[in-house]
């Protein structure tokens, strides 16, 4: 549920990434940093995200 840079184009480059270890054999693993998700990502998947209304 990111958005896509403009910048980007038609690329995929982390699909790419992606497909080229797989055929080497890796594994490849990625992250989401929270941080970055959207409001309309945090209304859509309440689960995905903790909210502490304590932190700083």
């Known amino acids: 549920m990111h958005y896509r840079g403009p910048f980007l184009g038609d690329r995929d480059s ?3 990434l ?3 270890c ?3 054999g890796m594994v490849v693993l990625s992250r989401v940093v929270p941080h970055a998700a959207y ?4 209304r859509t998947h309440p689960e995905w995200l903790l909210v502490d209304e304590q932190a700083e």
């Open 14 to 16: 982390f699909g790419d």
């Open 39 to 42: 409001e309309d990502t945090r």
């Open 22 to 24: 797989q055929t080497l």
């Open 18 to 20: 992606c497909r080229g």
